[in-house]
């Protein structure tokens, strides 16, 4: 949504220039295969660019300093968009994106923080990535970092809906409001695809532990940016990204 200029511009440094959202589609295309999990990355995609173009202090420059926001990528096993954003965030150059899921690729199905730039976990495997987060937002608490502008760094984690069917999720969720972490941020894109489901929503999970809980439309950039930094002090943050139900 935003005017920037297209990857096919360079920067100084030579490296390709920032992207806009109009060229996501473009580059997604770039990957191909029969192990796509279109669905999964395209529910993803819209957050995924509030986030790393509005919301998180994270660039390429930024990217191994202490006091950087961190993101966590739970929902593992649909990364084209991942992929995608970070190539037109300035992490990633698109010239990986056509070696998506082959031999010798760092670009695999399921991200590895220790081959794509940019990227903090590694995920696929699901219900790991709020555990993990909630991990970092304490240790991130613990050393108390502030920036120049006195502010924290934050941990937001994207999940999906059907992946809050794992168990792991019920602790973090339990410690993390009782822990009042409220540097954690969690972002569900909800879909339709959990096999159980939660009695009385999604929502209401994360609220009876103390949680902070809003939900918007999975489609819309200003109500997700609204959403993703309405104020939450004490509490950890939960936003329910609502999109098109998945095809069964």
């Given at each position: 949504?935003?005017?920037?200029?297209?990857?096919?511009?360079?920067?100084?440094a030579g490296?390709?220039?920032?992207?806009?959202?109009?060229?996501?589609?473009?580059?997604?295309?770039?990957?191909?295969?029969?192990?796509?999990?279109d669905?999964?990355?395209?529910?993803?995609?819209?957050?995924l660019?509030?986030?790393?173009?509005?919301?998180?202090?994270?660039?390429?420059?930024?990217?191994?300093?202490?006091?950087?926001?961190?993101?966590?990528?739970?929902?593992?096993?649909?990364?084209?968009?991942?992929?995608?954003?970070?190539?037109?965030?300035g992490?990633?150059?698109?010239?990986?994106?056509?070696?998506?899921?082959?031999?010798?690729?760092?670009?695999?199905l399921?991200?590895?923080?220790?081959?794509?730039?940019?990227?903090?976990?590694?995920s696929?495997?699901?219900?790991?990535?709020?555990?993990?987060?909630?991990g970092?937002?304490?240790?991130?608490?613990a050393?108390?970092l502030?920036?120049?502008?006195?502010?924290?760094?934050?941990?937001?984690?994207?999940?999906?809906?059907?992946?809050?069917?794992?168990?792991?999720?019920?602790?973090?969720?339990?410690?993390?409001?009782?822990?009042?972490?409220?540097?954690?941020?969690?972002?569900?894109?909800?879909?339709?695809?959990?096999?159980?489901?939660?009695?009385?929503?999604?929502?209401?999970?994360?609220?009876?532990?103390?949680?902070?809980?809003?939900?918007?439309?999975?489609?819309?950039?200003?109500?997700?940016?609204?959403?993703l930094?309405?104020p939450?002090?004490?509490r950890?943050?939960?936003?329910?990204?609502?999109?098109?139900?998945?095809?069964?």
């Amino acid at each position: 949504m935003n005017g920037m200029t297209s990857t096919a511009a360079r920067t100084a440094a030579g490296r390709p220039a920032p992207a806009s959202y109009a060229d996501l589609p473009r580059l997604m295309s770039l990957m191909t295969g029969d192990a796509k999990h279109d669905q999964a990355a395209t529910s993803t995609l819209d957050v995924l660019w509030v986030l790393y173009d509005r919301v998180l202090r994270v660039t390429p420059q930024t990217a191994a300093d202490d006091t950087r926001d961190r993101f966590l990528l739970s929902k593992g096993h649909g990364p084209m968009a991942y992929y995608a954003v970070l190539a037109a965030q300035g992490f990633l150059d698109p010239a990986e994106l056509p070696g998506f899921g082959s031999s010798g690729s760092v670009l695999g199905l399921h991200p590895d923080h220790l081959l794509v730039p940019g990227a903090e976990i590694s995920s696929g495997s699901l219900g790991h990535g709020l555990p993990l987060a909630v991990g970092l937002a304490l240790g991130l608490r613990a050393q108390q970092l502030t920036r120049p502008d006195g502010t924290s760094p934050r941990v937001f984690v994207l999940l999906g809906d059907g992946e809050l069917d794992e168990g792991s999720n019920y602790e973090a969720i339990a410690f993390a409001g009782r822990a009042g972490l409220d540097g954690l941020h969690a972002v569900v894109v909800d879909n339709a695809s959990a096999s159980h489901g939660w009695p009385g929503g999604i929502e209401a999970r994360f609220a009876v532990e103390g949680w902070s809980v809003l939900r918007t439309g999975g489609r819309d950039h200003a109500a997700l940016h609204a959403a993703l930094t309405a104020p939450h002090p004490g509490r950890p943050h939960l936003v329910v990204a609502a999109v098109e139900p998945r095809d069964r």
